[in-house]
DNA sequence: TTTGATAGTGTTCAAAAGACACATAGCTAT
DNA sequence: ATAGCTATGTGTCTTTTGAACACTATCAAA
């Protein structure tokens, strides 16, 4: 979100934006990356917003949301998919607050902007090892806790959410929010957590090794009060051939 | 399309459009409505494109949509669906005949625009009663024959495509491209155009009729050369009822 | 009255989803 | 060392859903 960055403040489009909703998990719950307005002010969830930038004229959509996501977490070859595109008019500067975010932050506070929003799947050990509280100018608040966010953010946030619901029933995207290697359990818990509800055990195990996209690593958690699990990895061969095949249910 | 309509000239951004793909079935298979660039020369599917506008500063998107479309169609309280922003800094003027186009009705033909495109399901026959052919100004193209358009809308109508049918087999949204009576059969065709695949009749019907969102009106076919079907019609309430419970799969 | 064209109808088999309970392995506390 | 805690890992049965498949019925036109 620096405006004094390589590129020249006239390059800015002042009437598109991207907007990114970044999710993480830490094999408890879902996150979304968040920052603030940097006011002084109480605490409040209306002057937090997810990160995003007007575009330049010289970038397309995906490359600058993926700009957007680098500047903030440095992080690249995100899992990046757009969701839609938000104009309402009165989008931005509805709030009292959204007016104050704007003049500090824009050239030209009074445009018209429409906003293109994407959402990404970070592993959030590799961005920032701890969450965060709200207090922080950036940082991760679980999802289930947010209910109200700057401009038109928290629609954003829902329309993300809901469109992570429906793809992760459809392609095996939530790895992007693992480590590298994991267990079924914590496979398990990620799709409690984003679909909301509780999946059976055995079921599930059942179904996601069928899938074959799965390799066991013959590897054991350690250090663990309890029986150690089997570790596995994201077999990216294996998912290739299949979604070429066309596959486009898990029936989750 | 008409730049000097009641709104005032500088209420257009100059960076903002939409596009719509505007889908039509007579029974056989499904269309797509084209206009051309009103060239004199040879006929090119380059030359066509779907229909779109810049947007006014004070309306949203989808009242945009609803406008162009309305402007072209006639028709109001069409289905109407948001596909997504496309963006890249070429998708217009890549092409010699783009840029004759632009700079026949952009005031600023060489600003930067992003398009956000939507699609919409309307009723042929209650807009124009006969498809014409690719030689005039406006008309309606079978989907199957259309291989390349202007700007990047060949892109945007396979993405039409591609949410439309994952669309159709979560929501019976299809009513809207038939007449308010129809057979069964035709509402089978229709699925098997837009899905491109063939679908075994007593399954179909089977499924269909499971869903409860049908009315069988006691009404048949008359003047038919064969034995005349059954007339339905599209149940509202009940698909309300459905809706709600949350119904997500036809399974076609 | 014959022909051509589409409507309409059930059953069977295979695959997938959903429900459900107990023994196991490692750590920890005593 | 042993008892207890905690999460892992495993199989079967039932129900539901999907897929394959062929013949008779009705109307108009020739």
Chains 1, 2 share one sequence.
């Not at 959204?98 to 970070?122: C, F, H, K, M, N």
């Not at 957590?193 to 390799?215: G, H, W």
Request: include cysteine; charge should be neutral; charged fraction near 30%.
């Amino acid at each position: 979100m620096n405006l004094q960055s390589k590129k020249n403040k006239q390059e800015l489009n002042p009437n598109v934006s991207v907007d990114c909703v970044i999710f993480g998990f830490d094999l408890d719950q879902l996150y979304v990356l968040l920052i603030d307005s940097g006011s002084n002010e109480a605490f409040s969830q209306a002057r937090m917003a997810v990160p995003g930038d007007l575009i330049f004229d010289t970038e397309n959509l995906d490359e600058a949301a993926t700009r957007v996501l680098k500047e903030l977490t440095s992080i690249e070859n995100i899992y990046l998919e757009q969701i839609g595109a938000f104009g309402d008019p009165n989008r931005i500067g509805k709030k009292e607050s959204d007016r104050e975010w704007l003049e500090a932050i824009r050239a030209q506070p009074e445009a018209r902007v429409i906003t293109v929003a994407y959402y990404s799947l970070v592993r959030m050990p590799n961005f920032n090892p701890k969450a965060s509280s709200f207090a922080k100018s950036a940082g991760w608040a679980p999802v289930k806790e947010v209910f109200d966010l700057a401009f038109d953010h928290y629609e954003i946030l829902q329309a993300g959410l809901k469109q992570l619901r429906r793809k992760i029933k459809i392609q095996p995207i939530g790895f992007n929010l693992l480590p590298e290697k994991f267990t079924l359990s914590q496979l398990h818990k990620l799709y409690e957590c984003i679909l909301d509800k509780e999946l059976d055990k055995r079921n599930f195990r059942r179904k996601i090794l069928n899938l074959n996209i799965l390799t066991n690593l013959d590897e054991k958690q350690v250090g663990v009060p309890h029986k150690p699990s089997q570790l596995f990895e994201f077999n990216e061969e294996n998912y290739k051939k299949l979604s070429k095949e066309g596959f486009d249910n898990f029936g989750f």
